[in-house]
């Protein structure tokens, strides 16, 4: 009797665990792979990750890919919206039910372009008598911080959109050759201008938002691509949109390669007995400087893995290249000051003439 109670019991926990699961809906944190504590941007870099993954286009032998695809738009549209995320964790997704859901492909769309030519083949494998649209490329200027850490930029675009309107219109016009028979053997051969008849379009200018990933190690311009996202053609495809990456100019620090060099000065006193500090980097945290013997002016201190992360293994820094000035009193010494220096550096006179050009 006692082990029937038992089992009974045991049934109804795992009844009452079944039902708090699906009562609770899906836990969009475990779908994005983020815990949830995420920071948005956090939430955007696993979306995009995942996005290119499960793309259904990518996935056509998978009968789960379209669900799949759907959980993770989802999941993003929830988690990215500050006021969605704070239902979503105080309600589930049962709260969030009477919302508006966008489309995924929307969702999709807006870091990539137009995916329907995502997937098909590049742009160079394409029909090439199908007319395109003119490609747009635009500079995008980024902070030698967002190359170290990495952002998602959001850029909003008012992108012409070729939408139906009355009437018809003259299309794909083409030149052929056209026979006609004057006589008996006796015939003519002219080229005309022959075109289809295709419903009439408009250009109507839609805005869109855009999330341009600036991912941590970025060079100088490269370029971001968005299929799809150019110039439309009314009888063809749209061009693509390129972003491309313009670093600025940092008042610190200097960029080469994976590289970063800066210059520090000191006091005549800190060359001669040492000093430390520390030097506040593109990301907030402090690399600490300590000198225990003579700094002589343009000595270098390298500082490994304190450099950038390499583009395209971001395991792998650079490194902080620190180049040391020495800035000198500016008052004027006393001879008793003078003698007091010369006592104790006890230095001889050095005065060698070279050509500091060549390295002798």
Not at 251 to 280: C, H, K
Not at 296 to 321: Q, T
Not at 323 to 340: I, M, N, W
Request: net charge negative.
């Amino acid at each position: 009797m006692a082990a029937t109670g038992m089992n009974l019991r045991g049934v109804c926990c795992l009844l009452l665990c079944v039902i708090t699961a699906v009562l609770a809906g899906r836990d969009f944190y475990k779908i994005l792979g983020v815990s949830k504590t995420a920071s948005i941007r956090d939430i955007k870099k696993a979306y995009r990750k995942l996005a290119l993954q499960l793309h259904p286009d990518r996935n056509p032998d998978d009968p789960q890919a379209q669900d799949k695809f759907a959980d993770l738009g989802a999941a993003y549209e929830v988690l990215s919206d500050e006021e969605k995320r704070k239902q979503y964790d105080t309600y589930g997704e049962d709260g969030l039910k009477e919302g508006h859901h966008g489309s995924h492909n929307d969702i999709f769309s807006s870091f990539f372009g137009d995916f329907g030519f995502m997937f098909g083949g590049n742009r160079q494998q394409q029909d090439q008598n199908i007319p395109r649209g003119n490609d747009i490329i635009l500079d995008l200027e980024v902070t030698l911080e967002e190359v170290y850490s990495g952002n998602f930029v959001e850029v909003v675009r008012n992108k012409p959109v070729a939408k139906e309107a009355p009437g018809k219109r003259k299309c794909n016009c083409r030149q052929e050759m056209r026979t006609t028979q004057l006589g008996p053997g006796r015939f003519q051969m002219t080229q005309e201008t022959v075109c289809d008849d295709c419903p009439n379009v408009k250009l109507v200018n839609e805005e869109r938002t855009l999330e341009v990933e600036i991912e941590q190690g970025v060079r100088d311009e490269m370029e971001y691509p968005f299929i799809g996202e150019g110039e439309p053609h009314i009888d063809g495809e749209p061009g693509d949109l390129r972003f491309r990456i313009k670093v600025l100019k940092h008042p610190l620090f200097e960029r080469q390669g994976d590289d970063l060099y800066t210059n520090v000065t000191i006091s005549l006193v800190e060359a001669l007995v040492g000093f430390e500090m520390d030097i506040v980097h593109l990301d907030g945290h402090k690399v600490h400087i300590l000198r225990d013997k003579v700094t002589k002016p343009g000595a270098r201190m390298w500082k490994k893995g304190e450099g950038l992360p390499n583009f395209d293994n971001i395991n792998i820094r650079g490194s902080l290249i620190i180049t040391f000035d020495v800035e000198f009193p500016q008052t004027q010494l006393d001879e008793q000051q003078k003698e007091g220096i010369q006592s104790i550096l006890k230095q001889s006179s050095v005065q060698k003439v070279y050509n500091g050009l060549q390295g002798y």
